[in-house]
C-alpha cells in the first residue's frame, strides 16, 4: 500500500452524529483531491471536554486507545477533521512524555503504543500538501461574487505549542485556500473567539451571548456567510441561530459552512454530495448568487 | 618559615558552635607553626593591631586566620600583613563562620572541621611566595560605546575632566532612545531642550571624537592598552563635505523609506538627516531605499548637492584607536511587540506603540506634535494605554519589569489631556511601580487631576468594530470582563538588551545574562564595573533603567574610568598564570584555551614559547588546567599549593 | 598533636568528602548558606579555586587514591561563568573525567560536578546534603592494598 497520499482518518463522533455533512464532505474533497482516507478501525469517542474535566488520565487513554488502534494500518500520519478530537490526541502525546502518566494511560488501555504518529487536522493537510496554488489549478467552478469570514473557532490553533500549525491568534489558512478558489475572504477580528462550545447544552444563554457576538460582528462585515473547520462552532451558530436572534434581537441570516463544502463545490462537486440540505440556516440564496457578478460581467 | 595562626570567635557566632581555644591549641602542633592564639574580633581594630604585633614579635612569615569568609575579609587582612611589613600574599584564611559554625550544629565535629580547615591553609601558606604588583602604563583615553544619554554623560564627564574621549554610536545621530521622546516624567520637561544642549556639547568639546554611523568591529589589548578597530559604515555622503543643509532630502525623489527616526511612523526619504536637532548633522543614503542602488537612473542627491558631498562608491572604512578603559553604554531595544497577535499591532493602523506615540506627540514629528488617528487622520477622543506588553511576561521569555513603562504612560496619559482637554484616557495596568523621587505622586496626578481611568488587568483582545477599537479586557478589582471602545490603542512596551549586545559583549569579552543584558561586578558594590579590568557599564545595557538613572550611572562610569586613568601607570594583579619556559613545549594549548588573549606564542631561540600578558590575565587557571606538562602555573594556586590543602587533609602521617 | 581530631571518636560518622568551588558562584553560594543558616552535614572540606576550570581532573583523582571517599566540584553556572567561559572547559573535562573513574577503580557515583551560583543558598545546602547522603549509602571507600595507615583512620572519624 502506497503511504503517499494515505492518511489514517479519525473522523470523531459529531461526524456520526451532528455534523455528517462535514464527514461526507471531507472524505468527498479529499477523494477529489487525491488523498486517501483509510478509516481507524473501530475509532473511539475522543472523550471531548467532559472526560478530560474529569479525568486526564481517562481522557488521554481515549486517544491513546485511537493510536493503537490506527497502528494496524501502517500509515505514519493520522488525521481529523474536529479540532477537538485533534487537541485531545496532541494532549495524550504531550502527556505521555510522562513516563509515570504514560504508566498509568497504559494500564487503562492494556496495549502500548509502539508507533509515533503525526497528528494533523484535515486542513493541515490540504495546505500543506495540496497548497492553495495547487487547489487553485483543479477549480472548476470559482467562488467569485462571494464575500466570507472565516471563523476558526478557539481550538484550531491553540495552545500553539502542541497545535503547531498556523497563526496562534490570526490564523489565516482557510482564508488562504478559499482565495485560491475565488472566494473574497473579509477581514474579521472574532476568528479566534470561542462560540460558547459544549455550553450549548448546560448554558443555551452562554452560548446565545457569545454566539451572538461573533455573527452580529460577522454580519456587520458584509459577508454572505461564515465559514468554519470546527464541528461544535457549527452546531452553535448555525443550529442556534435562531436562538441567538431571539435572545439578542436580532435578525441575521448568515449560512454556517463547512470549508470543506465550498472547496468541494469550487472543484465541482455535486452539492448533494457536499449535503448543503444538512444546513439549518438555509444556503440556497447565498449558493444561487455564486458566479453571478462575473455572468453579469460575460453578458454586459 | 615562621607561621602565626589566629583563630576568631566573631562574638559568639564562631566560638558558639567551634571551641575556638582547642583549634588555637591544635595549630601549635602544625607544620611551621610558631605562633598560635585565638582573638575575640580579629578584623576589629585591637584585633588588626594583635596581629601586626605578633609578626614584628614573633618574626612572623606569614600569617592564617580561621574567621569568616575571605571574601568578606581577605581584603582587610592582607592590607593588616602588609602594615606589619609582610607581602600582602603570605597571607591565608580558613573560613571556619559561613562553612563551619553557622551551618554545622555538632560542637565536636564542628571543631574538628575547623581545625582541618586552618591547617589546609597552613599548608597551602607554606609554598606561597611574595608577589609584586607589575606597573604598566596607561593610555589616558576612553572608549564609550553608545551614544544615548548615558553615553554621552559619561562622554562630556570624562572630556570635562581632562581625558580624551572616543564616542562611537551605531546610528547616525547621538542622542539614542531620549532624542526621540517628547517630554519626560516626572516633570514633563521637553525632552529635547534638556538633551539638545549636552549633544551640542558632545560635538563641540575639543578632546571628544565623534564616530556616529559606525560600530565597534573588534578589540583587542587589556586595561590601560586596548587597542579598538571602529568600522565606519558607508554613508555614502562624504561627511567632511556635508554641511547639512538638506537639499538632498528635499529632491530625493525615493519618499516612502522606512522612517527609523520616527519608528516607521510617517515616511522618510532614501537619503536623510534623521531629526533636525541631529548630531552630527549629515545625511546618510539608506543603500535599501535609494533608486541609485537599485539600477535606477537616479542620481538627485548628487546633482543638487552644493558641496559635492555625495559617494555612491563609498566603502565601509576602519579606524583604529587606543585607549585605556571602555565603556559600554548601548541601551536598549523595544521588546518585539507584534509576538501580541491578539493586540493586533501591526495589523491595525490605530494600535501604535508607546515610542511612535512620543513621535506623534513631538512637534518636530510627523504629525508635528498633533495626536492624530493613523487611520484617517482624525482627533482620537477615547485612547487606551496597555501596560506591560513585553514586560513581565514568562510566555513570551520576557519575565521582567522594565521599570518606566507605568512612568512614561502616565506622562502620555497627563500629555493626552493637554493635548486633547475633551479626551479621555483609559489605562490598563497590572500593577503600578513607580518608586523613585516624585515618581508615585506623579502617577497620582495622572488619575486625580488628569481623569486619566487606571483599569487594573491585562486586555485580552484589541479588535476594530466599525471605525473604532475595541479593547477587551479584565477588570480584576470589580472582577468583570469589561470592554472600552478606543480611537487609538497605544502599547506600553517594555524593553530588551540591544540587538547584538552578546556579540559586543563577546568582543569586550564581558559577561552577560540570560537576556543579554551585561553583567556588572558585583549586584550592589560594583554596579558600573564588569569583570573584564578596564570595561566599564552605564545606561541600559546593564539592565532597564530611567533617564536619571542612566545619567547617574554614566556619570558614575566616568568616575570610575577617571580613578583607573588618574594615574600613568596600573597595577595588575600579580595572582596570574607563569610560564616555566623550560617545561614548555610550545604547544600552544593555553594559548587557544584563554578566554581573555592573555596568552601568546614567542619565538625563543627559534622555539615556540607560551608567554603570558600579565596585565591581560584574569587569574582563572584555565590555561593552568589545560598545560599537559605542567608549565603554565597560576601564581597563588598553582597545582602544588591545592594539592597540598588536598594532602593536608588527607595524608596527615 | 593535640588531641582534637580524636575528639569525635564516639560519633564515628564523618566520611571523607572534598569539594572543589570556584570562588565567585559556589563558594560565595556556600557562603550564603552560611549567612542563612542552611544547616548541612559537616563532612564536606571545600578547596577554594577561582574558577571550576581550575579542576585538572588529576587532582580528583589524587584525592580519591589519597583515600578521599567523596569529590564534589562546583562552579557557576553555564553562560554564567566569571571567566566567560572556564565552566564550559570544566563541564567537558569533568563528564570525560567521570566516564574514566572505573578504570581507576573508583566508583564513579563518588564523584560529582554541579552548578550553584553566589545567591543560590538552599540550592548549596541540597547540593551537600544529597552528595552526603548518596557517599553514605556507599560507605567509605575500600582502602587500596598497600596504601599507608594515615593519623585520621586511627581517629575513629572514619567507621572503616
Redesign the interface.
Known amino acids: 500500500m502506497s503511504q503517499k497520499n494515505s492518511y489514517a482518518y479519525y473522523p470523531g463522533c459529531s461526524a456520526a452524529g451532528t455534523s455528517r455533512e462535514y464527514d461526507i464532505s471531507t472524505r468527498a474533497l479529499c477523494a477529489a483531491l487525491g488523498l486517501r482516507l483509510v478509516d481507524v478501525p473501530d475509532w473511539n469517542c475522543c472523550g471531548s471536554t467532559p472526560a478530560h474535566t474529569v479525568d486526564h488520565a481517562l481522557s488521554a487513554a481515549l486517544s491513546a486507545r485511537n493510536l493503537a488502534q490506527s497502528e494496524a494500518l501502517g500509515l505514519d500520519r493520522l488525521i481529523t477533521p474536529c479540532p477537538s478530537c485533534l487537541k485531545n490526541v496532541h494532549n495524550a502525546i504531550e502527556h505521555m512524555q510522562d513516563q509515570h502518566f504514560r504508566e498509568k494511560v497504559d494500564k487503562l488501555t492494556l496495549r502500548p503504543l509502539r508507533r509515533n504518529h503525526r497528528v494533523l487536522s484535515v486542513l493541515q493537510v490540504i495546505l500543506e500538501d495540496v497548497t492553495p496554488a495547487g487547489l487553485a489549478n483543479m477549480v472548476r467552478k470559482p467562488l467569485t461574487n462571494l464575500k466570507l469570514v472565516a471563523y476558526y473557532g478557539c481550538l484550531l490553533t491553540r495552545p500553539g505549542r502542541s497545535m503547531r500549525f498556523d497563526d496562534e491568534e490570526n490564523p489565516t489558512s482557510i482564508d488562504r485556500l478559499l482565495e485560491a478558489v475565488g472566494a473574497t475572504m473579509l477581514p474579521f477580528p472574532f476568528k479566534m473567539e470561542c462560540c460558547g462550545g459544549s455550553f450549548g447544552i448546560p448554558r443555551g444563554d452562554v452560548v446565545a451571548r457569545l454566539g451572538g457576538r461573533i455573527l452580529s460582528l460577522a454580519a456587520s462585515t458584509g459577508a454572505d456567510a461564515v465559514v468554519v473547520a470546527c464541528p461544535l462552532c457549527q452546531m452553535n451558530l448555525d443550529t442556534r441561530q435562531r436562538q441567538i436572534n431571539a435572545a439578542g434581537g436580532t435578525n441575521i441570516r448568515l449560512p454556517v459552512f463547512y470549508y470543506t463544502q465550498l472547496l468541494g463545490l469550487a472543484l465541482g462537486l455535486e452539492e448533494e454530495k457536499l449535503c448543503f440540505d444538512q444546513l439549518e440556516v438555509d444556503p440556497g440564496p447565498v449558493l444561487s448568487r455564486i458566479g453571478q457578478a462575473a455572468a453579469e460581467e460575460a453578458t454586459a | 618559615m615562621r607561621i602565626g595562626v589566629f583563630i576568631c570567635h566573631c562574638g559568639s557566632n564562631i566560638a558558639a558552635t567551634v571551641d575556638v581555644k582547642k583549634v588555637a591549641e591544635a595549630a601549635w602542633g602544625m607544620n611551621d607553626v610558631v605562633y598560635s592564639t585565638d582573638s575575640m574580633y580579629t578584623c576589629s581594630e585591637p584585633g588588626q593591631q594583635a596581629i601586626e604585633e605578633a609578626i614584628r614579635e614573633h618574626k612572623l612569615h606569614g600569617v592564617v586566620v580561621a574567621s569568616c569568609s575571605p571574601r568578606m575579609h581577605e581584603p582587610t587582612f592582607r592590607r593588616t600583613v602588609e602594615r606589619a611589613g609582610l607581602n600582602r600574599y603570605m597571607f591565608e584564611m580558613a573560613n571556619i563562620r559561613e562553612h563551619v559554625s553557622w551551618i554545622g550544629r555538632d560542637k565536636a565535629l564542628n571543631t574538628l572541621k575547623a581545625t582541618e580547615l586552618v591547617r589546609m591553609a597552613v599548608e597551602k601558606l607554606r609554598l606561597n611566595r611574595v608577589l609584586t604588583p607589575k606597573k604598566i602604563p596607561a593610555t589616558r583615553k576612553v572608549l564609550v560605546i553608545g551614544g544615548g544619554v548615558a553615553g554621552i554623560q559619561a562622554s562630556l564627564d570624562c572630556a570635562d575632566a581632562g581625558l580624551e574621549v572616543v564616542l562611537v554610536e551605531r546610528e547616525p545621530s547621538i542622542g539614542g532612545k531620549m532624542s526621540k521622546l517628547d517630554k519626560t516624567f516626572p516633570t514633563v520637561d521637553c525632552s529635547s531642550c534638556i538633551l539638545g544642549p549636552r549633544m551640542v556639547d558632545v560635538a563641540q568639546h575639543e578632546r571628544i571624537t565623534l564616530y556616529a554611523y559606525s560600530e565597534i568591529d573588534s578589540v583587542s589589548g587589556y586595561v590601560g592598552n586596548f587597542e579598538v578597530n571602529i568600522r565606519k559604515k558607508a554613508s555614502y555622503v562624504d561627511w567632511e563635505k556635508c554641511t547639512g543643509c538638506g537639499a538632498c532630502t528635499e529632491k530625493c525623489p525615493s519618499r516612502k523609506t522606512f522612517d527609523r527616526f520616527n519608528e516607521g511612523l510617517g515616511a522618510t526619504t532614501a537619503i536623510n538627516i534623521p531629526f533636525p536637532q541631529a548630531i552630527p548633522k549629515k545625511a546618510t543614503i539608506t543603500a535599501g531605499a535609494c533608486r541609485q542602488f537599485q539600477g535606477k537612473k537616479c542620481g538627485v542627491c548628487a546633482k543638487f548637492c552644493p558641496t559635492g558631498a555625495i559617494n555612491h562608491e563609498q566603502k565601509d572604512e576602519i579606524v583604529t584607536v587606543k585607549v585605556g578603559a571602555i565603556v559600554a553604554a548601548t541601551g536598549y531595544d523595544l521588546t518585539d511587540w507584534t509576538v501580541y497577535g491578539e493586540y493586533g499591532a501591526g495589523r491595525y493602523p490605530d494600535v501604535i506603540t508607546s515610542l511612535q506615540y512620543e513621535r506623534m506627540l513631538s512637534a518636530s514629528g510627523p504629525y508635528g506634535g498633533h495626536i492624530k488617528r493613523p487611520s484617517n487622520g482624525e482627533e482620537p477622543k477615547s485612547i487606551v494605554f496597555i501596560q506591560c506588553v513585553g514586560s513581565r511576561d514568562p510566555s513570551i521569555g520576557r519575565p521582567y519589569c522594565s521599570g518606566f513603562c507605568c512612568m512614561y504612560t502616565a506622562k502620555q496619559a497627563i500629555m493626552t489631556k493637554d493635548h486633547i482637554p475633551d479626551s479621555r484616557s483609559y489605562v490598563f495596568y497590572m500593577d503600578i511601580r513607580s518608586p523613585g523621587k516624585g515618581y508615585d505622586e506623579f502617577t497620582r496626578r495622572a488619575q486625580e487631576e488628569y481623569g486619566a481611568q487606571y483599569v487594573r488587568g491585562r486586555v485580552s483582545q484589541v479588535y476594530p468594530r466599525g471605525d473604532k477599537m475595541v479593547v477587551r479586557g479584565a477588570d480584576t478589582l470589580l472582577g468583570l470582563p469589561v470592554e472600552v471602545e478606543a480611537d487609538l490603542v497605544v502599547l506600553a512596551v517594555g524593553g530588551e538588551a540591544s540587538r547584538d549586545a552578546p556579540k559586543l559583549a563577546e568582543k569586550l569579552r564581558i559577561s552577560y545574562d540570560g537576556f543579554g543584558f551585561f553583567m556588572e561586578g558585583h549586584p550592589k558594590l560594583k554596579p558600573v564595573e564588569t569583570n573584564t579590568a578596564g570595561v566599564f557599564l552605564a545606561g541600559s545595557c546593564q539592565g532597564l533603567k530611567d533617564i536619571p538613572s542612566s545619567v547617574s550611572q554614566g556619570s558614575a562610569a566616568a568616575a570610575k574610568v577617571m580613578a583607573l586613568l588618574s594615574r600613568d601607570m596600573l597595577e595588575s594583579d600579580p595572582q596570574t598564570a607563569l610560564v616555566d619556559i623550560k617545561r614548555c613545549i610550545g604547544c600552544s594549548k593555553c594559548v587557544k584555551v584563554c578566554p581573555f588573549g592573555a596568552i601568546r606564542e614567542q619565538d625563543l631561540r627559534g622555539q615556540i614559547k607560551a608567554e603570558v600578558l600579565e596585565a591581560v590575565c584574569q587569574g582563572c587557571g584555565l590555561c593552568n588546567a589545560t598545560c599537559p606538562q605542567g608549565a603554565i602555573q597560576l601564581s597563588h594556586a598553582t597545582d602544588n599549593q591545592i594539592l597540598a590543602e588536598v594532602e593536608a587533609l588527607l595524608c596527615q602521617m | 598533636?593535640?588531641d582534637?581530631?580524636r575528639?569525635?571518636a564516639g560519633?564515628g560518622r564523618?566520611l571523607?568528602l572534598?569539594g572543589f568551588l570556584c570562588?565567585w558562584c559556589s563558594?560565595?553560594g556556600?557562603?550564603t548558606?552560611?549567612?542563612g543558616?542552611?544547616?548541612?552535614p559537616?563532612d564536606l572540606?571545600?578547596?577554594?579555586?577561582?574558577?571550576s576550570?581550575?579542576?585538572?581532573p588529576l587532582?580528583i583523582a589524587?584525592?580519591l587514591l589519597?583515600?578521599?571517599d567523596g569529590v564534589l566540584v562546583s562552579g557557576c553556572h553555564p553562560?554564567?561563568?566569571?571567566?566567560?567561559?572556564?565552566n564550559f572547559?570544566a563541564r567537558r573535562?569533568l563528564e570525560v573525567f567521570r566516564h574514566l573513574l572505573p578504570t581507576l577503580g573508583i566508583d564513579p557515583r563518588r564523584f560529582e560536578y554541579t552548578w550553584v551560583s553566589a545567591s543560590e543558598g538552599q540550592r548549596w545546602?541540597q547540593v551537600v546534603s544529597k552528595f552526603t547522603e548518596q557517599i553514605h549509602s556507599l560507605g567509605p571507600a575500600p582502602r587500596l592494598p598497600g596504601a599507608?595507615e594515615?593519623?585520621?583512620m586511627q581517629s575513629g572519624?572514619n567507621p572503616a
Open positions: 598533636m593535640s582534637v581530631t575528639e569525635p560519633t564523618e571523607r572534598v570562588n563558594y560565595g556556600a557562603d548558606a552560611g549567612v543558616r542552611f544547616i548541612q559537616t572540606r571545600i578547596v577554594r579555586l577561582p574558577c576550570g581550575r579542576v585538572n587532582f589524587k584525592t589519597y583515600g578521599a553562560r554564567d561563568c566569571h571567566y566567560a567561559e572556564g572547559y573535562r545546602q599507608p594515615l593519623e585520621w572519624v
